[in-house]
């Protein structure tokens, strides 16, 4: 396992796979549990080009997410939704990924933008990660070149009501389909210096 790690680094970090997030057995303590889910939203924003710039002005008194229940976190590990928002190569995609298995799950992927979609006015260059489905499971899609305020505050809502309804799912599926969700990152990832699993 791992790899991809010289031999001392391998002893730091973790061989075991991704478990499933299983439900409550109790319906009424499971829509409490997703309705607090849904109204704290972490926040880790990673923002690699124009479509980021509209994740400031959210914060700001004008739109004010926090009554809305969206904190922004430094890291992934403190962190349950992250957006991605711009431009992606191959070498930010290694970054996205490794942040993404930092977080603790349940955990909530949203793209931002044209070009985390479909590679935005990029799509046809080399190093331009296209249909970001592939590599992460994407819960929600905030379409838009660049989408303002407006449209991430319906995006906010709508995820709070895919959450509150239990079909924000992407973790589950990542742990599913694991194994195809790794063959896909390294078939595009080159040179992956990176350990297999981080949980």
Sequence with gaps: MNEGLPPEDRDLFSNARPVLYEPYPVEVVEKFVNWVRANSLWLLAFGTGCGAVEINPLMTARYDAYRMGVQTRPTPRQASVFLIGGYASVKTLKRIIRS????????????????????????????????????????????????????????????????????????????????????????????????????
């Design 100 to 199: 993404y298995e930092q977080m603790q799950g349940p955990k909530f992927v949203v793209c931002l933008g044209i070009c985390p979609i479909n590679g935005g006015m990029y799509w046809d260059s080399y190093n331009t990660v296209n249909q970001f489905d592939l590599y992460l499971p994407v819960d929600l899609y905030i379409t838009g070149c660049m989408p303002r305020p407006e449209v991430l505050m319906a995006g906010v809502l709508e995820l709070k009501k895919k959450i509150m309804e239990g079909r924000a799912d992407g973790a589950n599926r990542y742990v599913e389909n694991f194994d195809w969700y790794k063959a896909n990152q390294k078939r595009v990832i080159k040179n992956w210096n990176m350990p297999d699993y981080n949980w």
